[in-house]
């Protein structure tokens, strides 16, 4: 298969990205965490100190961008100034303001921009928010993972306690259901089923039903 691009959405937690990087080593393609870059954009902003409870300094970060390089290493882990910094934007402090900077439509736009140009060349399997709505509306293939807050939470929780990671799952539970409120209810690109998007339900049975359906739709494209 050529120049293909295979779209994953969803909320938090859902399991798109473990789907995607599964998918993405069935066919050999580059998988593209598109969260994992506005994560890197959250710990930049943390670090230096431009976002608290309190306040964010959106035009200090404006007027960082030009400065700012976020890409993915061969391994696709994300990094920042040619930095990997995968594990440090998995932090909860990071999830606990990565909506508030992903709802800024400037931010957004350099995002865009970037993930166009790192899928242009095509077999690739990029996850997020707006991939099939705003990024590539014309992708070869689009999926929408959905999966209930239980599942949801008990994922997320596993994955940062497996971590080591000190969370509570009321605090798990609470970042989620935030997230989801910001993320779905923002003016820009906010989180919908994009036009034509074949939805997948994530529950019990796991990752490997859910890729073995993908596969199958996927496969289907070229018969
Ligand atoms: O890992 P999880 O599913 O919890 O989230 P993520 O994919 O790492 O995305 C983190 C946050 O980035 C989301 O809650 C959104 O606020 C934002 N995001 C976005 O706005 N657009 C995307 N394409 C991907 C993520």
């Known amino acids: 298969m050529k120049n293909i691009i295979i779209s994953i959405d969803g909320a938090s937690s859902t399991g798109k990205s473990s789907l995607a990087k599964a998918l993405a080593k069935h066919y050999s393609f580059k998988h593209i965490d598109s969260g994992a870059m506005y994560r890197a954009l959250t710990f930049y902003?943390?670090?230096?100190?431009?976002?608290?409870?309190n306040h964010f300094d959106i035009d200090t970060l404006v007027y960082h961008l030009p400065t700012i390089e976020i890409d993915f290493s061969t391994d696709d882990f994300v990094t920042l100034n040619g930095k990997i910094i995968e594990n440090e934007v998995r932090s909860m402090e990071v999830s606990n303001f990565v909506s508030i900077v992903a709802k800024e439509t400037l931010f957004r736009k350099f995002m865009v921009a970037k993930q166009r140009e790192l899928g242009k060349k095509?077999?690739?399997?990029?996850?997020?928010?707006?991939?099939?709505?705003?990024?590539?509306p014309d992708a070869t293939i689009k999926f929408f993972i959905e999966a209930s807050m239980e599942v949801r939470a008990k994922r997320r929780f596993a994955e940062l306690t497996q971590k080591n990671?000190?969370?509570?799952?009321?605090?798990?539970?609470?970042?989620?259901?935030?997230?989801?409120?910001?993320?779905?209810?923002?003016?820009?690109?906010?989180?919908?089923?994009?036009?034509?998007?074949?939805?997948?339900?994530?529950?019990?049975?796991g990752l490997s039903h859910l890729l073995e359906v993908a596969i199958s739709k996927i496969d289907r494209l070229n018969h």
């Open 45 to 53: 902003a943390l670090h230096h100190q431009l976002i608290d409870k």
């Open 122 to 136: 095509g077999n690739v399997v990029m996850d997020g928010r707006d991939i099939g709505s705003v990024v590539f």
């Open 165 to 205: 990671i000190d969370v509570s799952l009321s605090d798990v539970i609470s970042n989620i259901e935030n997230r989801d409120h910001i993320d779905s209810s923002r003016d820009d690109s906010p989180l919908v089923i994009p036009e034509n998007a074949i939805v997948l339900t994530n529950n019990e049975d």
